[in-house]
């Protein structure tokens, strides 16, 4: 079956400027992680949907970073005033249910560059 | 100290040689712990879960020292395919969120 998608797979966007970021789940799967993954470093947890809610948004490292779900599904990641330090691979993940014993599966990821 | 933590290597191994590392994680109450794997600029995808009893799939075997707080993968038979990042998982039960580490780089020479 379909796995989670996620659109654009390359973005080179300048300073300042705003960035969205599309991530279609698994159908089915209620649970959706945003990461961030820059050269040589982790995964950096972002934030986290159960449905359209996001109980844990403290990953987000500041208010230029938002998201949202809608209708259960498509995420989106808004990057606003974008900085050199955002340039990293933005991954989604999505899992049949939100708690620790469930898989996460990932999408390609969005590879966002801020010149 | 970093919540999750891997020697980043790489590990370079001769194709059919076994390789061993650890990860070892700051906070004792997590619960729950997994490897996933990463190929070159591709997405992570989980390997194995990390069982109290330890586990093994196959030529994976992972085990978790709860005392010293580390959980190890071990890969027999090395094989080219086996050429990845190993990415260790630690979950926090009190927040449901992934730690992860910044990847175990094992290179299979020929």
């Known amino acids: 079956g379909a796995g989670v998608s996620q659109s654009p797979s390359n973005k080179v966007t300048e300073k300042g400027k705003d960035v969205e970021l599309r991530c279609d789940p698994i159908s089915g799967h209620t649970a959706l992680y945003w990461y961030r993954q820059s050269l040589g470093q982790g995964l950096e947890f972002l934030i986290y949907f159960q449905g359209n809610s996001a109980p844990d948004k403290s990953g987000l490292p500041s208010d230029r970073f938002s998201a949202e779900r809608t209708g259960g599904s498509v995420s989106t990641l808004t990057i606003q005033r974008t900085q050199q330090e955002d340039s990293a691979v933005y991954l989604c993940a999505s899992s049949l249910g939100g708690g620790v014993a469930y898989e996460q599966y990932f999408g390609p990821g969005t590879r966002l560059t801020v010149t | 100290r970093k919540e999750v933590e891997q020697d980043p290597g790489p590990f370079n191994v001769p194709e059919g040689a076994t390789v061993a590392f650890n990860c070892t994680y700051s906070?004792?109450?997590?619960?729950?712990f997994f490897w996933y794997r990463q190929d070159c600029r591709k997405e992570p995808k989980l390997l194995m879960s990390v069982y109290s009893s330890g586990n093994e799939d196959g030529r994976f075997t992972a085990q978790l020292n709860r005392a010293s707080q580390y959980i190890s993968l071990l890969i027999r038979d090395s094989k080219l395919s086996d050429s990845a990042t190993y990415l260790c998982?630690?979950?926090?039960?009190?927040?449901?969120?992934?730690?992860f580490g910044k990847g175990n780089q094992v290179v299979v020479i020929p």
């Open positions: 998982v630690v979950i926090a039960e009190e927040n449901n969120r992934l730690a």
């Open positions: 906070n004792s109450a997590s619960q729950s």
